[in-house]
């Protein structure tokens, strides 16, 4: 039985070498196809990193450009759409005798003629059903001309101005 005993010692021994051995090359094998698995996945992890880096510059640099295109294409339709630089406002009486026309002259700050324009508007003041025309130009830079024709002297007449200039 010792003779057994010994036998079956032996081939345990002789098992427990092989299996050693086979672990130490399983584990040799994992640790170097970590240290390659990692290499790949930085060198992915690069390429990425390097490819979104590129593709962002080309992205950012796209967008700058249509912002710049759409800044200035927004500012020239402004421009051409006209926005108001400056308005003058007032309001005048060009009352006279009944079947008259009277003009008045209305100082104003200069505006450019190209770029400007009169709105008037008007109301009669007093009895009667008496209409009344009215008109205003720019004559001038500095000139607005109110004109009232008048068809009856009992009452007046009010006439509003805007001179509106545009950019």
Same mark, same amino acid.
Do not use: C, H
């Given at each position: 039985?010792? +003779?057994?005993?010994?036998?079956? %010692?032996?081939?345990? /021994?002789?098992?427990?070498?092989?299996?050693?051995?086979?672990?130490?090359?399983? *584990?040799?094998?994992?640790?170097?196809?970590?240290?390659? !698995? +990692?290499?790949?996945? %930085?060198? +992915?992890?690069? %390429? #990425?990193?390097?490819?979104?880096?590129?593709? !962002?510059?080309?992205?950012?640099?796209?967008? %700058?450009?249509?912002?710049?295109?759409?800044?200035?294409? #927004?500012?020239?339709? #402004?421009?051409?759409?006209?926005?108001?630089? =400056?308005?003058?406002?007032?309001? /005048? =009486? &060009?009352?006279g005798a009944s079947g008259t026309q009277n003009t008045l002259n209305?100082?104003?700050?200069?505006?450019?003629?190209?770029?400007?324009?009169?709105?008037? =508007?008007?109301?009669?003041?007093?009895?009667?059903?008496? &209409?009344a025309q009215h008109s205003a130009r !720019?004559?001038?830079?500095? *000139?607005? @001309?109110?004109?009232?024709?008048?068809?009856?002297?009992?009452?007046?007449?009010?006439?509003?101005?805007?001179?509106? @200039?545009?950019?």
């Open positions: 039985m010792a +003779a057994i005993q010994a036998m079956l %010692n032996s081939q345990k /021994a002789a098992i427990d070498v092989t299996v050693n051995a086979a672990r130490d090359n399983v *584990n040799a094998n994992v640790d170097a196809d970590a240290a390659a !698995l +990692a290499g790949v996945v %930085n060198a +992915a992890r690069d %390429n #990425v990193k390097a490819d979104t880096t590129a593709q !962002l510059a080309t992205q950012t640099t796209a967008i %700058n450009s249509n912002t710049d295109t759409k800044t200035g294409a #927004v500012t020239t339709a #402004v421009n051409a759409k006209g926005v108001v630089k =400056s308005i003058q406002r007032g309001i /005048a =009486s &060009p009352n209305i100082a104003i700050s200069a505006v450019d003629f190209s770029k400007s324009q009169v709105i008037v =508007s008007g109301v009669v003041l007093g009895a009667g059903n008496n &209409p !720019l004559t001038s830079a500095t *000139n607005l @001309e109110v004109t009232g024709f008048m068809t009856s002297t009992s009452y007046t007449t009010a006439v509003y101005w805007q001179v509106i @200039e545009f950019f």
